[in-house]
């Protein structure tokens, strides 16, 4: 399990605005980082902890 500071900020960032689009800019990082960061997140913890949807992103029950 390896993630750092810049990892959950990122997540609170996406949650607060509910778009990984958002979220991203929010943690000046780029969408392709953001979602590989959230990606290898879900992957280290073997869970999904955000539901992506056409409305935005919400948090599973594990998240």
């Given at each position: ?11 609170l960032?996406?949650l607060?605005?509910g778009?990984i ?12 980082a ?8 879900e992957?280290?913890?073997?869970i999904?902890?955000l ?12 998240g």
């Amino acid at each position: 399990m390896h993630f750092d500071l810049t990892d959950l900020r990122l997540y609170l960032n996406i949650l607060d605005t509910g778009n990984i689009t958002a979220g991203a800019a929010r943690s000046h990082l780029s969408l392709a980082a953001a979602s590989a960061r959230i990606r290898a997140m879900e992957a280290s913890l073997g869970i999904g902890f955000l539901e992506r949807g056409r409305r935005g992103v919400t948090p599973t029950p594990a998240g």
